[in-house]
């Protein structure tokens, strides 16, 4: 990704937190339900707060997403398992909310924010001394007595200014430069081999597939049919993919009020799958939904 469009993707990310983040750069693996199936998405953290956590993914996810998320936080003593909701989705950067949190974990990430937040010890320079004052307090100094500072002292003023300026532009320099790496290293992780074409489905007798059936759900009888006394079989053309899951439904026959309701029934059937010369393989065929009134 080119610097132009790292710089744009940031300036269409709007930050609507109240609370500061902090820098953190760990691998963070995100779990999301794919089809009810958990699937992991390997990322990098970038920012945490006592509320969330900035993530860049090599995957996709969509805000209002419920996510799993594992990273292991200095000073946690091993990984950490946080649930979290997606509130935003730019390219390959996320921001998660985090959702119900532990109080140990709750704890340790306010601890650990705490830290970073908290300003470093040290102890304070005299400015009494105009010899032992480091020229950045002499820069900010008030002189004594009403008398204007010499013209030396205005020099040393704006050299201590531009040593400043220059540390935080170095600073903002090296940070903005190693967040640019790691976001080069996930893209060059995510894979760019096209996928294999799919053989045809095969076509299956529906006794075969019915007899491989792991998880039936049964149809909910619509009301209005019920009090109609609307009854009768919805035949249904559906395409079973390779790993035993429904790919596709549609219907071929039967009543329009009943038909809705088999199709929904359907999709969340489960089968063991099919072998095609000892190889799980995507089939064909025809299932039958029986709607009886009471």
Same mark, same amino acid.
Request: charged share 15%.
């Given at each position: 990704?080119?610097?132009?469009?790292?710089?744009?993707?940031?300036?269409?990310?709007?930050?609507?937190?109240?609370?500061?983040?902090?820098?953190?750069?760990?691998?963070?693996?995100?779990?999301?339900?794919?089809?009810?199936?958990?699937?992991?998405?390997?990322?990098?953290?970038?920012?945490?707060?006592?509320?969330?956590?900035?993530? $860049?993914?090599?995957?996709?996810?969509?805000?209002?997403?419920?996510?799993?998320?594992?990273?292991?936080?200095?000073?946690?003593?091993?990984?950490?398992?946080?649930?979290?909701?997606?509130?935003?989705?730019?390219?390959?950067?996320?921001?998660?909310?985090?959702?119900?949190?532990?109080?140990?974990?709750?704890?340790?990430?306010?601890?650990?924010?705490?830290?970073?937040?908290?300003?470093?010890?040290?102890?304070?320079?005299?400015?009494?001394?105009?010899?032992?004052?480091?020229?950045?307090?002499?820069?900010?100094?008030?002189?004594?007595?009403?008398?204007?500072?010499?013209?030396?002292?205005?020099?040393?003023?704006?050299?201590?200014?531009?040593?400043?300026?220059?540390?935080?532009?170095?600073?903002?320099?090296?940070?903005?430069?190693?967040?640019?790496?790691?976001?080069?290293?996930?893209?060059?992780?995510?894979? $760019?081999?096209?996928?294999?074409?799919?053989?045809?489905?095969?076509?299956?007798?529906?006794?075969?597939?019915?007899?491989?059936?792991?998880?039936?759900?049964?149809?909910?009888?619509?009301?209005?049919?019920?009090?109609?006394?609307?009854?009768?079989?919805?035949?249904?053309?559906?395409?079973?993919?390779?790993?035993?899951?429904?790919?596709?439904?549609?219907?071929?026959?039967?009543?329009?009020?009943?038909?809705?309701?088999?199709?929904?029934?359907?999709?969340?059937?489960?089968?063991?799958?099919?072998?095609?010369?000892?190889?799980?393989?995507?089939?064909?065929?025809?299932?039958?939904?029986?709607?009886?009134?009471?």
């Amino acid at each position: 990704m080119s610097t132009a469009a790292a710089q744009a993707l940031v300036r269409g990310v709007r930050n609507t937190r109240q609370v500061p983040r902090f820098p953190l750069a760990v691998p963070a693996d995100v779990i999301v339900l794919r089809s009810g199936i958990p699937c992991s998405i390997p990322g990098r953290s970038v920012s945490i707060g006592e509320h969330g956590l900035g993530v $860049v993914l090599a995957g996709e996810v969509h805000p209002g997403d419920s996510v799993a998320i594992e990273l292991r936080l200095p000073g946690a003593g091993g990984r950490v398992r946080l649930s979290a909701v997606v509130r935003y989705q730019a390219l390959l950067r996320c921001g998660f909310e985090f959702l119900n949190l532990t109080a140990e974990q709750r704890t340790l990430i306010e601890q650990w924010t705490e830290k970073r937040s908290a300003p470093s010890s040290g102890t304070a320079l005299p400015v009494s001394n105009p010899q032992t004052t480091s020229p950045l307090r002499m820069a900010m100094a008030v002189p004594l007595g009403g008398t204007m500072p010499d013209r030396k002292s205005h020099g040393t003023r704006f050299r201590a200014l531009w040593i400043v300026l220059a540390g935080a532009l170095l600073l903002g320099g090296l940070g903005w430069w190693r967040w640019y790496r790691a976001w080069n290293e996930l893209e060059s992780q995510i894979p $760019v081999n096209q996928p294999l074409p799919q053989p045809p489905p095969t076509t299956v007798p529906a006794e075969v597939m019915e007899a491989l059936v792991t998880h039936k759900v049964e149809p909910i009888y619509p009301e209005a049919a019920r009090q109609a006394n609307i009854q009768g079989v919805v035949v249904l053309d559906v395409v079973i993919a390779s790993d035993g899951t429904v790919a596709d439904v549609r219907p071929i026959s039967g009543p329009d009020e009943l038909t809705s309701a088999a199709v929904d029934a359907v999709k969340w059937w489960r089968f063991q799958p099919y072998l095609a010369n000892g190889q799980p393989a995507p089939v064909k065929t025809t299932l039958a939904v029986d709607f009886q009134g009471n």
